[in-house]
């Protein structure tokens, strides 16, 4: 069975510097495709980035960037120069390739920067 | 941008009454998904869809039924609402064109309070 864990309940930044949110995962299928969504403090949730899990290039969107280790089934989200609306909850999740599955969730990481 | 409406937005049920949550999506997306939010547990899966008057079951699916009549609705029913089912609960939907690799949109989010 597929299992997303993501361990850091919390984490509090300064504004301007880099964080690093960790994420595993377990999976026995050869194809997946690892996602994360931030949950802002209205609720909405909204998806960031994604990394396939055949693609050995780390996936980059704006200061978003993932750190793929694939022999650790694990991939780390990055923000670079925060902002304090980077403040947010941020959820890891997996989807595994075989047909007709659905996308499991990590337990999120609540992220607060501030100036 | 995909839209994904649910209704209602917030809900107080009384235990051992009926629930339904609804949730419609206007961009033709083959799976649609419920998750349920509880502190501590991010987003776990119910029940969800890949085509129109089939359901399948998620990781918590107890206590809960699904219905789609059609691709653009999918209702979360709850026939004997109990305690332990004060949550809230996000609908989602995704494409089907690039297979497991496409993400999810979410809507706002039902609000529900069993008293």
């Known amino acids: 069975a597929q299992k997303v864990t993501q361990t850091q309940t919390s984490i509090s930044v300064v504004e301007k510097t880099t964080v690093t949110m960790d994420c595993v995962y377990e999976?026995?299928?050869?194809?997946?495709?690892l996602f994360w969504y931030k949950q802002t403090a209205s609720g909405e949730i909204v998806f960031l980035i994604r990394q396939d899990s055949y693609k050995k290039e780390n996936a980059t969107v704006g200061h978003y960037s993932l750190n793929f280790q694939k022999p650790k089934s694990s991939i780390g989200l990055i923000i670079t120069a925060t902002q304090i609306e980077d403040s947010a909850v941020y959820f890891c999740a997996m989807r595994e390739g075989s047909n007709n599955n659905a996308p499991r969730f990590g337990a999120g990481t609540k992220l607060s920067v501030k100036p | 941008e995909a839209a994904v409406t649910q209704s209602p937005r917030s809900k107080v049920a009384v235990t051992g009454g009926k629930v339904t949550l609804s949730c419609h999506q206007t961009?033709?997306?083959?799976?649609m998904y419920w998750y349920r939010q509880d502190t501590g547990h991010g987003l776990r899966l119910i029940h969800y869809s890949y085509v129109a008057d089939s359901t399948e079951k998620g990781d918590i699916p107890d206590g809960y039924k699904a219905s789609r009549p059609s691709q653009e609705n999918f209702s979360l029913i709850l026939e004997l609402a109990s305690l332990s089912q004060t949550a809230v609960y996000f609908c989602?939907?995704?494409?089907?064109?690039?297979?497991?690799?496409?993400?999810?949109?979410f809507g706002s989010g039902t609000r529900l309070t069993v008293l």
């Open positions: 999976t026995r299928d050869s194809s997946y495709f």
């Open positions: 989602a939907s995704s494409d089907a064109a690039g297979g497991s690799a496409e993400t999810l949109y």
């Open positions: 961009n033709n997306h083959d799976y």
